[in-house]
């Protein structure tokens, strides 16, 4: 096991240095610049900011340089959004909300979907099924956008339930964000539980445990939930990468000084070092969500256990 | 002899898209103590929907009793709730399915596997029943039972698994052990290994045994009694050496000639013709007449009853109303009868 986790950082850091790579040289050739108002300095003014940024550097030397400051753990200085501050202390200081409402919806959109996933296989084809399957359909059309915006219409302004937008008030602010996020995960755990219990229920093991005398809840949770949940571990990768994008979308619907927010306005004023810096942020969350689900999968799947060498 | 299972006149019917499916249409036999029941016959006689409704474990939704009943302990097991099913499954009847590769639960070791049923319907601590559970890998002869207690089903190979499943089917020394096709997935050396143990096992605790299979290689060599289904019925039934040495249906002739022999000189084997009745829309006669060349104009209309050939064999087929006309049986089914004290072509030389 150690030995399979060690091989698979190595892959991380060789697939991260690709990411920053590949965005590095994206990012360059996007038109605008990182100096505000640039038109309006004269070109000396231009060239001591430039300078000061390494900006005047050819594109070679910067690269080397940025990626070495990466190797050692140096994301570099906001340039124009955060004037100075370290790129570093900026990701850190957004990332409290994010992670909340990133991972309480992540948290009640599959406990729910599960639950929901359950009860429609449980009770298939009956008014409980179809009205799973409709919040499923609902959750995976229709765009987080247009759920958060219904959220602080209804929930927020109209019943006052909790706070339409702003960081301002702890837990009630992360309510509704939250919610919006859920959606997709709920959506798609539920879809996915159903049909992979409704597939595990009919197998032969199910009907072996019923002919020893188990009972229905017993079959459900004992036998067949642990069976139907392997191939929900699968989209848990998406799945985070919804709450990412979503994030991105939410938080700025929300005006939650979040990571997302950050990232946005990072790319709307060029400011270089913050849209790298983000950037290799999400990718090193996403590896490692991925890698995290590989491990899962040996934890929840006896039969995958071994793979990657005895431990 | 103790009866210990009655099934008497059961219908069932599954409801599909097409219509009513009459998969058992009237099915009579007793199971006594002890012994062994083969129900032969090929795919979709109903062989494994009869076993399954003893169990009544076919789907609620879709399979309906439409008539009859099956009594075991005074109680008819078609009227019981689902709780009190419970209380009998894996305890009183048990069963053996046909492929071990799926019938174990892929992500539970082994051991909790089978400690589930003893804890289930024993009042014991879960370590008694550990020991329990050791005790029965050892007796269905798993070498070193204690270090595979907590391993998957994909650490074992076939024959294992079987071992396995039929240490989970005595788990509560049932009375009687329905085995489903139990050596059809496995190969023939193993298919030897785990009759044998089956064997011994029925020996050591005395339980009963419905054995269901289409291989009568393996009827021969398990079964006290056979009977024969087709479309949804019991044709034949009888000792072993009635059904094999003195059968009376022409299906039975059908199913003993196209056994392939060792010492058949011209090895052409010999297959039914036709295929097996809709049980949508199941014959109103014999099911058997349309692929039956002994068939007569009574079969096509009236199905036939049981006539008694002797105090243990009956078969259903109007070849034996006094009025039939006399008929000749293959004549690899006249071979066999000429073995046969009773029969009619009895030479006297038996065995």
Redesign the interface.
């Known amino acids: 096991m150690a030995r399979y986790i060690g091989k698979r950082l190595i892959y991380m850091f060789i697939t991260l240095a690709l990411i920053a790579t590949f965005t590095f040289f994206l990012m360059k050739i996007l038109p605008g610049s990182p100096i505000a108002s640039a038109d309006k300095l004269s070109p000396e003014q231009r060239a001591v900011v430039e300078a000061r940024y390494g900006l005047d550097q050819p594109l070679p030397v910067q690269y080397f340089d940025y990626m070495f400051g990466l190797l050692q753990g140096d994301l570099g200085i906001s340039i124009n959004q955060f004037k100075g501050a370290d790129v570093t202390d900026v990701i850190l200081s957004r990332m409290g909300p994010s992670a909340q409402i990133g991972f309480q919806g992540m948290l009640l959109g599959t406990v729910l979907g599960i639950l929901f996933g359950m009860v429609a296989a449980l009770r298939q084809n009956t008014w409980v099924d179809y009205g799973s399957t409709i919040v499923a359909i609902i959750g995976i059309s229709i765009p987080s956008f247009v759920f958060a915006s219904m959220l602080q219409y209804w929930l927020g302004l109209k019943w006052d339930l909790f706070p339409v937008a702003l960081w301002k008030d702890g837990f009630m602010s992360s309510v509704l964000p939250s919610i919006a996020l859920a959606m997709f995960p709920l959506a798609t755990a539920a879809r996915f539980i159903r049909t992979e219990m409704i597939e595990v229920l009919g197998s032969d093991y199910i009907t072996l445990a019923k002919a020893k005398g188990a009972s229905g809840s017993e079959i459900a949770f004992k036998h067949a939930f642990r069976n139907a949940l392997i191939p929900l571990i699968t989209v848990l990768g998406p799945m985070a990468v919804s709450i990412l994008t979503g994030s991105l979308v939410v938080e700025q619907i929300f005006a939650i000084p979040g990571i997302g927010e950050q990232f946005v306005k990072s790319i709307m004023v060029s400011d270089f070092s913050i849209i790298m810096g983000t950037t290799i942020f999400f990718s090193v969350f996403l590896i490692v969500v991925i890698l995290i689900v590989d491990i899962l999968y040996g934890v929840i799947d006896p039969r995958i256990r071994l793979s990657g060498g005895k431990s | 002899m103790e009866k210990i299972l009655q099934v008497k006149d059961l219908e069932l019917s599954f409801h599909t898209f097409g219509g009513e499916v009459k998969a058992i249409r009237g099915v009579n036999f007793d199971l006594y103590k002890g012994e062994t029941l083969a129900i032969v016959g090929e795919s979709g006689s109903g062989k494994s929907v009869t076993t399954k409704s003893i ?1 009544r ?1 076919l789907p609620e939704a879709t399979s309906e009793f439409k008539n009859g009943e099956i009594l075991f302990g005074g109680r008819d097991l078609t009227k019981l709730s ?2 009190e099913m ?6 009183d009847i ?2 053996i ?1 046909q ?1 071990p590769m ?7 070791p082994i051991g909790r596997q089978i400690t ?2 003893i804890l ?2 024993q009042k014991i601590s879960k370590d008694e029943a550990k020991k329990v559970a050791i005790d029965l890998l050892r007796l269905v002869g798993m070498p070193k039972p204690e270090l595979r207690m907590k391993q ?1 089903p ?1 650490q074992f190979s076939g024959g294992q698994r079987q071992r396995i ?1 039929i240490a ?2 005595l ?1 509560c020394n049932p009375q009687i052990l329905i085995a489903d096709e139990p050596t059809t997935a496995l190969d023939v050396t193993i298919q030897a290994q785990i009759l044998e143990l089956m064997k011994d096992l029925q020996k050591k605790i005395d339980t009963s045994i419905i054995f269901i299979t289409h291989d009568l290689g393996v009827v021969a060599n398990v079964a006290d009694r056979v009977a024969v289904m087709y479309g949804g019925k019991i044709v034949e039934i009888g000792t072993v050496d009635e059904i094999f040495y003195n059968p009376q249906h022409p299906y039975t002739w059908g199913l003993l000639s196209s056994m392939p022999s060792m010492d058949a000189e011209d090895a052409k084997l010999y297959a039914i013709p036709g295929t097996p009745p809709d049980l949508l829309d199941p014959p109103k006669g014999d099911a058997f007449a349309l692929r039956s060349e002994y068939a007569m104009k009574i079969d096509m209309e009236q199905p036939p009853p049981f006539f008694k050939v002797s105090d243990t064999h009956m078969a259903a087929t109007w070849l034996l109303h006094p009025e039939a006309p006399a008929v000749e049986p293959p004549e690899m089914v006249i071979e066999r009868m000429k073995k046969f004290p009773g029969s009619r072509y009895y030479e006297g030389s038996a065995n």
Do not use: C
């Open positions: 169990m474990l689902d709780k419970q209380k009998i499954r894996g305890k048990s069963m399915f492929d799926t019938s174990l639960n892929p992500t539970m589930e049923p289930k319907h998957y994909h499943v989970i089917a788990a």
